[in-house]
């Protein structure tokens, strides 16, 4: 007796008998009949946290399970295209003169910037993996920065405070910084394309305290967000509209963004929050782009794309946040529906540096100074598996677009790619002569782009 379940938890039509003999392949045929699929779509089936990879009588048998309790099978969509994984240095390219502080491809692929302790913002050429742009302008080193999910802008921040926009297309910078914070910037982020096309609000997080709202066609600061008591360490812009602020004073706050009202403060972290992730990120940070290579020729026509992507990807699930800190745990809140934190997620001996959700918002990985990556359901907050392989702290980490497989880098110079469903080590990447502080695997899949302290930006490609 078996109960189709989603990975939310919703069952998939009535418990059914099936035969000892059935497996995968035939559970696939099952689901895609009950909800009625055209496209025939590939699932994973997990009972428990274990993937189901042999018959149903095989796995009672093994399992010595009973037969009279209804087994729960969770059927997880996967994506109907695969990403190899990167297995070589296609490109070391040199220019920076000092260390690589981040690395970004743009939304839909094609370009790539890099930020650099020697002030410059870089926009690479892929193609021939040579340098297009030297950007400079920046008083300071270039602390963080963010493709609008449109492509049509980049923007950056330094350790000086002011943020530089510029126009990618030809490497320059578009107006005066734009100046109101005290102290460096620690990170920024844009309004999602599906809520404005073309792309023209940000928002910056500072260590002054504050995060500002931007306008990038009045080149003003519209709406400051203040009442963190210490420096704010990260921002995310919703897909529902809303702004997520992270920081040293051990708060998360909630914040509108049509007056910079405070909906909610978020509680429970007992040192500083580090990262913020939203289960959307990936749709939002990508826009209307997917794997495809379909482009766009109007604003409209985009902000359409991009609003099904984002739909699509939410379902009826509200948007998700997960917090990592200083105080080696995570809380997951699902925001819109209460300040309790849906799970604790304990288990990194130090401080966690990064966390991410996966493209398909069904799993998340965290990055931790205590030198592994680990892996949890990004539904329910459950631990699932730990990575261990790197020797120093794990600085960062991103997702292959089809949710397969995770990348890290660290401070022992290697880049590794991890397998989600062997839950293995797939590929090390030695290769750096320094720390990696930061990496990115590109929106199509095809490129790895990393860098750090040997100020070299490195391609890696399959």
Known sequence: MCQLVSPEGDHLGAALYLPQ???????????????????????????????????????????????????????????????????????????????????????????????????????????????????????????????????????????????????????????????????????????????QAPCRRFVSASKDGDARIWDITTRKCIIALTGHTNSVTCVKWGGDGLIYTGSEDCLIKVWETSQGKLIKTLQGHGHWVNSLALSTEYVLRTGAYDHTGKTYSTAEEMKEAALTRYKKMRGNAPERLVSGSDDFTMFLWEPTISKQPKARMTGHQKLVNHVYFSPDGQWLASASFDKSVKLWNGITGKFVAAFRGHVADVYQISWSADSRLLLSGSKDSTLKVWDIRTRKLKQDLPGHADEVYAVDWSPDGEKVASGGKDRVVKLWMN
């Open 21 to 195: 003999n059935v497996g995968p392949s035939q559970l696939q045929e099952i689901v895609n009949h009950l909800l009625h699929n055209e496209d025939k779509l590939p699932y994973a089936f997990y009972i428990g946290d274990e993937e189901l990879s042999i018959q149903l009588g095989a796995y009672m048998q093994q399992k010595n399970a009973n037969v009279e309790v209804t087994l729960r099978i969770v059927c997880q969509p996967q994506a109907v295209f695969r990403i190899r994984p990167v297995n070589r240095c296609s490109a070391t390219i040199a220019g920076h003169t000092e260390a690589v502080l981040a690395v970004s491809f743009s939304p839909d692929g094609r370009c790539l910037a890099s930020g650099s302790g020697d002030t410059t913002v870089r926009f690479w050429d892929l193609n021939t993996q040579t340098p297009l742009f030297t950007c400079k302008g920046h008083k300071n080193w270039v602390l963080c920065f963010a493709w609008s999910p449109d492509g049509n802008h980049l923007v950056s921040g330094s350790k000086s405070g002011e943020l530089i926009l510029w126009d990618p297309k030809i490497g320059k910078q578009l107006g005066t910084p734009l100046t109101g914070h005290r102290k460096w910037i620690t990170a920024v982020s844009w309004e999602p394309v599906h809520l």
